[in-house]
């Protein structure tokens, strides 16, 4: 089962820094803290507001006042070349969003221009939370938004051999439909590549009047910066790469498999040795022959879709390459393994949906998927720029022959605890997904060869548990800038700019003053916690300290067992609309911002039915019934504030019940 490589191209809806989710007692707080941003995405799109005043003059440019938008910006388009060097080519239109300073009296400080990577996430749709994040510079600085082309609200790519079903099927599978999405672009697929997005950004620049750019770019989105920097290094007063993808990375993902295991090295000795490394790796090495051996067939639930799905060796290198875009995967690693090996392969399961739920959201077509990004322009840019192991000049029997000659070469023990093929399987870039793409005139980079790069204040920042951009591609990419600051971000895994305020503040702190004066993130974030194997049975479940009997206490055990397994499952609730139990029965988001769980079992003899409504400050209150032979039935109410500290009052076995924990 291949993993849809989405690195960059979905995110948290909220742009505000990952809140740690704490699965003990404080579950059920975290949980109506979360539940808050579960619902179903809004489809709506920005617009030009109907309302707006005339027309505004910015450069050589005219804008409108935008709505839909959640913050007051100014909206126009750009348009450009397909192909510069061609004018035969064609046009495209670029999408763009201004956000002026608000102190208008003062000359500005500078422009920002952000890209939050994919490529392809929708820039311009975020403007809101974007204001926010940058907030603090936004009294003597403007912040540009673009849309890059073929994305958003500029003019978009569109691929129909592209679907979620792909996410769970074969990598042959994956490739053949990558490769009849860039056939069927036609002559336009070789226009997408990073440096004509780049002269976009730059045109756009000039048509705006900026004589130069702060550029913010994570993941994908620092690729694109580096990429500008190095074509337009006079036109840059500054970069800050967060989650940075080297323009010449390293093949095979042996960089990436690294990182993997030195990540869940820190999380176990993070929380006091309470797992091994070395027994995490070697479980994992066990269940992966396992499982090559004989293969698990599960269905995944998505909304509405059945997805058959298969758990193999390539599955669990999935598993693994994805946590370190979500670092909590790490902790839940070691019980998920130790529930395997004994045959209880749910909690393993529901890994994999959690950690390519994502990939098959934006597969899926839907108009909302469409307006978080554009999945087509991920490959038609990346298969245009990225190094790969074989020429598009050959035919694709000849290119896989090179695939294959150049995995053979590389040592077996760098790609521990997986094999080779099953780790250049699972996602990670640099190997096979564009073998299929039709020959079109890509260069092996998009800048000319013997390219430096500017000697340009630059702030470079990775997650010491990012195993996508690890650390040792941050420490490349500060290296190719002469004047560069290297700062590793501590409990984070991919672009710490996106689940660390130090970190953000670090950024911010760069633009104003071009240093960071000696500060770091030593010491800041919480590390992921290493939750508990699941019980198969209610038994098992410890009771809350607190008042009432061990039956009330156990009860009341199960209702912190399940928020929490509901916490685990937030991104698939969020883009989804529903998702599954651990072991049954499923969760859904209302519109109202409540979560309803029908018949929800994370044990196997207890079920639990109910209403969950968060607060507005972590708190919440819920009324859930509790049924099965595991567990005392009945309804109860319960309150909970946002340090954990709670109370459920009702009726278990006919009897009143009221416990604090």
């Not at 938004?145 to 079903?165: F, H, I, V």
């Not at 979500?326 to 998920?336: E, F, M, N, Q, T």
């Not at 190719?480 to 600051?485: G, R």
Request: aromatic content about 6%; proline content about 7%.
């Amino acid at each position: 089962m291949p993993r849809i490589d989405v690195t960059g191209l979905w995110r948290r809806s909220s742009r505000h820094p990952q809140r740690r989710v704490k699965l003990r007692a404080a579950a059920f707080s975290m949980l109506v803290a979360l539940a808050a941003t579960c619902v179903p995405m809004a489809s709506g799109a920005a617009s030009r507001s109907a309302a707006a005043a005339e027309p505004i003059a910015a450069g050589r440019l005219t804008t409108t006042a935008c709505g839909g938008l959640g913050v007051v910006a100014h909206c126009g388009d750009l348009t450009v070349p397909l192909d510069r060097a061609d004018p035969t080519a064609g046009t495209t239109q670029v999408a763009f969003a201004v956000i002026q300073r608000r102190d208008a009296s003062q000359p500005s400080l500078g422009t920002i221009a952000y890209n939050p990577g994919g490529p392809g996430l929708t820039v311009v749709q975020n403007a809101s939370a974007l204001a926010q994040m940058f907030d603090p510079l936004l009294d003597r600085h403007e912040l540009l938004l673009l849309d890059l082309r073929g994305s958003g609200l500029s003019d978009q790519l569109t691929c129909p051999e592209l679907s979620a079903s792909l996410t769970f099927g074969s990598t042959a599978a994956l490739d053949a439909a990558i490769g009849a999405c860039g056939r069927a672009q036609g002559t336009r697929v070789a226009d997408y590549g990073t440096a004509a997005i780049a002269e976009d950004l730059d045109d756009l620049r000039a048509a705006l009047g900026i004589a130069k750019l702060d550029l913010w770019g994570e993941s994908y989105g620092s690729y694109l910066a580096q990429v500008y920097a190095a074509l337009f290094p006079s036109h840059v007063r500054s970069l800050v790469l967060s989650g940075p993808v080297p323009v010449n990375f390293p093949l095979w993902g042996v960089a990436q498999a690294a990182a993997a295991r030195n990540a869940i090295g820190l999380v176990c000795a993070r929380n006091g040795n309470v797992c091994q490394s070395s027994t995490v790796l070697a479980e994992l090495h066990q269940l992966g022959k396992r499982l090559d051996r004989s293969p698990v067939h599960f269905t995944v639930r998505l909304g509405t879709q059945r997805l058959p799905t298969v758990l193999d060796q390539k599955a669990l290198a999935s598993i693994v390459y994805s946590a370190g875009s979500s670092p909590d995967v790490y902790g839940r690693l070691p019980s998920a393994l130790t529930s395997a090996l004994a045959g209880d392969y749910s909690p393993i399961e529901q890994l994999v949906t959690d950690t390519t739920s994502s990939g098959a959201y934006l597969l899926n077509g839907s108009s909302a998927a469409n307006l978080l990004a554009d999945v087509t322009l991920r490959y038609v840019t990346t298969c245009h720029d990225y190094p790969r192991a074989f020429s598009y000049a050959d035919p694709v029997p000849m290119r896989k022959a090179a695939y294959q000659h150049g995995l053979a070469a590389q040592d077996p023990a760098a790609f521990y605890p997986f094999t080779p093929a099953a780790w250049t399987q699972s996602g990670v870039v640099g190997t096979s997904d564009c073998i299929d793409w039709p020959d079109e005139p890509a260069t092996p980079s998009p800048l000319p060869p013997g390219t430096h790069m500017p000697h340009v204040p630059t702030l470079v920042m990775a997650g010491d548990m990012d195993g996508l951009t690890p650390v040792s591609f941050g420490r490349q990419v500060a290296a190719e800038f002469p004047d560069s600051t290297f700062a590793v971000i501590p409990n984070i895994g991919h672009v710490p700019t996106q689940g660390s305020s130090c970190a953000v503040n670090l950024g911010l702190d760069f633009i104003s003053t071009l240093t960071i004066a000696g500060r770091t993130c030593a010491g800041t974030g919480t590390p992921p916690a290493v939750t508990t194997t699941q019980p198969l049975r209610a038994a098992g479940i410890a009771p809350v300290p607190g008042t009432g009997t061990i039956v009330e206490r156990r009860a009341v055990g199960l209702v912190l067992a399940t928020a929490a397994d509901l916490v685990h499952q937030f991104s698939i609730l969020q883009f989804w609309g529903s998702a599954a139990g651990l072991r049954g029965g499923t969760y859904t988001a209302n519109p109202d911002g409540s979560v309803a769980l029908r018949s929800v079992q994370v044990v196997q003899d207890a079920k639990v039915d109910g209403t969950v409504v968060p607060g507005v400050s972590g708190d919440g209150t819920g009324t859930l019934t509790l049924s099965g032979p595991g567990v005392a039935n009945g309804t109860v109410s319960l309150t909970s504030d946002a340090q954990g500290h709670g109370r459920v009052v009702g009726t278990l076995n006919g009897s009143p019940v009221d416990v604090v924990f």
